[in-house]
């Protein structure tokens, strides 16, 4: 197995909802990331989960809160977003944060009305 | 922080014609990604380079780390409509074995049949 994997595809979801994003990935990766991706605009940098633990957090507010229940998977927990966190949200992995190759999932559409 | 230019921004071509977009950087960088994006879709890795000098190809594609280390290119040649979508150079800069990836900033490829 060589892709990663996300869902939903699509999100719609208000203000007041809490949501969460999954991603997958079977390859023996122990790097994971969550970018934020605006139209036009190249990856984000959100988050990154090494050996299951969050190594890097880009001042990310805490609307976001990303979890890493084991290896293969990784979530992102959403609450109280804002119309302007509407974005493309990828999640990407390799081998270690030390290993540059990323491997993309095809991203979640997220809308916040 | 680290920044990477990618030119040109967006690209016009005839199908059959050859393109190159390249990536600079006034710092060094110790690899370098190349990644294409469709609409909707998370970005795709195309090839990676990890030495200064190295020049791969994949199929059509070739692309090369500038003996500089501040600089990279990709070509496509003899395109085709399916090369449509936004090409982004990605690379890790030379002061740490874990920093994060900078992405440029894109160029957006449209092929005329």
């Known amino acids: 197995d060589t892709e990663v994997t996300q869902t939903p595809k699509h999100l719609v979801m208000g203000m007041t909802n809490k949501k969460s994003l999954k991603c997958e990935q079977h390859?023996?990766?122990?790097?994971m990331y969550w970018y934020k991706q605006k139209a036009k605009k190249p990856p984000e940098l959100m988050f990154v989960?090494?050996?299951?633990?969050?190594?890097i957090n880009e001042s990310v507010p805490s609307r976001f809160s990303p979890e890493c229940p084991n290896s293969s998977l990784l979530n992102l927990h959403l609450h109280a977003l804002q119309p302007e966190d509407s974005a493309l949200y990828l999640c990407?992995?390799?081998?270690?944060?030390?290993?540059?190759?990323?491997?993309f999932g095809p991203g979640t559409r997220l809308t916040v009305l | 922080g680290q920044q990477l230019n990618q030119s040109p921004q967006s690209m016009f071509i005839q199908e059959g014609e050859d393109v190159s977009m390249n990536c600079t950087s006034s710092s060094i960088f110790n690899t370098w990604l190349w990644y294409k994006q469709d609409p909707g879709e998370g970005p795709v890795l195309l090839i990676a380079?990890?030495?200064?000098?190295e020049l791969t190809s994949n199929g059509r594609l070739t692309a090369q780390f500038g003996i500089t280390r501040k600089d990279s290119f990709l070509n496509i040649s003899a395109s085709i409509p399916s090369d449509v979508g936004i090409y982004f150079c990605?690379?890790?800069?030379?002061?740490?074995?874990?920093?994060?990836?900078?992405f440029g900033k894109g160029t957006r490829l449209s092929v005329i049949a």
């Open positions: 990605a690379g890790q800069p030379g002061n740490s074995g874990n920093t994060p990836l900078v």
């Open positions: 390859m023996g990766h122990r790097a």
């Open positions: 989960y090494s050996y299951e633990k969050l190594s």
């Open positions: 380079l990890y030495k200064a000098g």
């Open positions: 990407a992995s390799s081998l270690a944060t030390s290993y540059n190759e990323q491997f």
